[in-house]
Structures are given as structure tokens and as C-alpha cells.
Nanobody, 125 residues
Framework: QVQLVESGGGLVQAGGSLRLSCAAS????????MAWFRQAPGKEREFVSA????????YYVDSLKGRFTISRDNAKNTVYLQMNSLKPEDTAVYYC??????????????????WGQGTQVTVSS
């Protein structure tokens, strides 16, 4: 049974930082692209970032480049999202997702095989 478990969310002041983690089990972790999405209240889920199985390639939504960094530790079956200079508009539930065979060049449009339950990030002004 595949499980993706996010952690690291919480309440932070604007300008602060958080590091999210997503621990995976039940799959050959290094074979999967991993991604982060987020969904703010009343808004559609949006792509944040993705990383290849080896960790060599990473992708970001343009608006978050420079503030967010994705990484992974295949020995720990964990993917991370380092979020710096947080803004109130970053408030959302953050989800990790796994994709074994991505199709197309847009990670935000890939069909992901597995999803985590999400972790809440709240940024106060």
C-alpha cells in the first residue's frame, strides 16, 4: 500500500520560512517524479514544484522561483519543499504527489498516481 505523508506545515509570520517533508512508503521511491501542489481556500489546486527521481531535474511554477526549493533524499524516501520569504498568499494546504511515468512537458498537467493527505501552511501578515 502506497502512502505519502506530509509534515512540517504550521503557522508562520510573513517573511518566515518552513520546510515541508513528504515521506513515501510502499513504492520504489527513486523511480518516481515527486511534486508539490497547493490549494488555497476557494481556489483550485495549483502546481508548485516537481523533481525527477534522481533529483537532477527540478521544475517550479514561475511565480515561486527563487523562494521555494524542492529536494529529495532517496535514502530516506522523502521529498522536501523549502519555503522562504513566505507571504500571506502562500497560505494553503500543501500536497505531495508521485508520478511514475510522466507524459508531456508540464509537470502541473501530469497525471499523478498517488497523493498525500496534505499539510496546512498558514502565513500571517
Amino acid at each position: 500500500q502506497v502512502q505519502l505523508v506530509e509534515s512540517g506545515g504550521g503557522l508562520v509570520q510573513a517573511g518566515g520560512s518552513l520546510r515541508l517533508s513528504c515521506a513515501a512508503s510502499g513504492l520504489t521511491f527513486s523511480s518516481y517524479y515527486m511534486a508539490w501542489f497547493r490549494q488555497a481556500p476557494g481556489k483550485e489546486r495549483e502546481f508548485v514544484s516537481a523533481i525527477s527521481g534522481s533529483g537532477i531535474m527540478s521544475y517550479y511554477v514561475d511565480s515561486l522561483k527563487g523562494r521555494f526549493t524542492i529536494s529529495r533524499d532517496n535514502a530516506k524516501n522523502t521529498v522536501y519543499l523549502q519555503m522562504n520569504s513566505l507571504k500571506p498568499e502562500d497560505t494553503a494546504v500543501y500536497y505531495c504527489a508521485a508520478n511514475r511515468f510522466p507524459v508531456g512537458s508540464r509537470p502541473g498537467q501530469w497525471k499523478y498516481d498517488y497523493w498525500g493527505q496534505g499539510t496546512q501552511v498558514t502565513v500571517s501578515s
